[in-house]
């Protein structure tokens, strides 16, 4: 079974563009999950969407969003962007709802604003 | 807010050794909490996931305890190897709907 695929693996965008990141669960999860790891804040959870809906959400600006689609595929997007949002962004997929279930992480996207 | 602490940051030992990772956290209102490790430059594989019912899981070489009560998690590593050295996080998923890293253990074992 293929694991979590996350796309592009590596982003160059500058300050005040917008950028779309894509992941791809495990087939059969219904739960995605993003977080942004930097090594000041370390990990911390951005959001977390179950059948389309977003259902959790973290401590992050309306600048960063996301959606899931009926395949289960999510995107992030972040909209005007800031040197700090430079970051490794991972995308994690469970079975269950509310994460009662072992998380697979992908290998991450790695964003940095110039 | 939650707030979850490993202690120590960095860990070194020589192969074979047993050894034990700590995790603290300030809110005992808990779902669950989940030990990961991150290889460099990689993602986070899960290790052990214990529900706030339980009081301690097991996967081959690894053992994880939980005590709400106290609010600590250890993650026990029996007989290390050199493919063991990573970075080991902790995290917890609280009744607030939030998921709370650890600030990680970078564990080296030395052959």
């Known amino acids: 079974k293929a694991g979590v695929t996350q796309t592009p693996r590596y982003l160059i965008k500058t300050r005040g563009q917008q950028v779309t990141l894509s992941c791809s669960p495990i087939?059969?999860?219904?739960?995605v999950s993003w977080y942004q790891q930097t090594p000041g804040q370390g990990l911390q959870f951005l959001f977390e969407y179950f059948s389309e809906t977003q259902r959790n959400k973290g401590n992050f600006p309306g600048r960063f969003s996301g959606r899931q689609f009926s395949n289960s595929r999510s995107e992030m997007n972040v909209s005007t962007l800031e040197l700090g949002d430079s970051a490794l962004y991972l995308c994690a997929s469970s079975l269950a709802f509310r994460l009662v279930d072992t998380q697979y992480f992908g290998p991450g996207t790695r964003l940095t604003v110039l | 807010k939650q707030e979850v602490t490993q202690i120590p940051a960095a860990l070194s030992v020589p192969e074979g050794e047993n050894l034990v990772l700590n995790c603290s956290f300030t809110d005992s209102a808990i779902y669950n909490l989940q030990w990961f490790r991150q290889d460099p430059g990689k993602g986070l594989t899960s290790l052990l996931l214990?529900?706030?019912?339980?009081r301690e899981q097991t996967s081959g070489r690894l053992n994880a305890s939980l005590d709400k009560s106290s609010g600590r998690s250890t993650l026990y590593i029996a007989a290390s190897q050199p493919g063991d050295s990573a970075t080991y996080l902790c995290a917890a998923w609280d009744t607030g709907n939030q998921f709370y890293f650890g600030t990680g253990t970078s564990l080296t074992v030395i052959p």
């Open positions: 087939s059969g999860h219904r739960s």
């Open positions: 214990i529900q706030s019912s339980q």
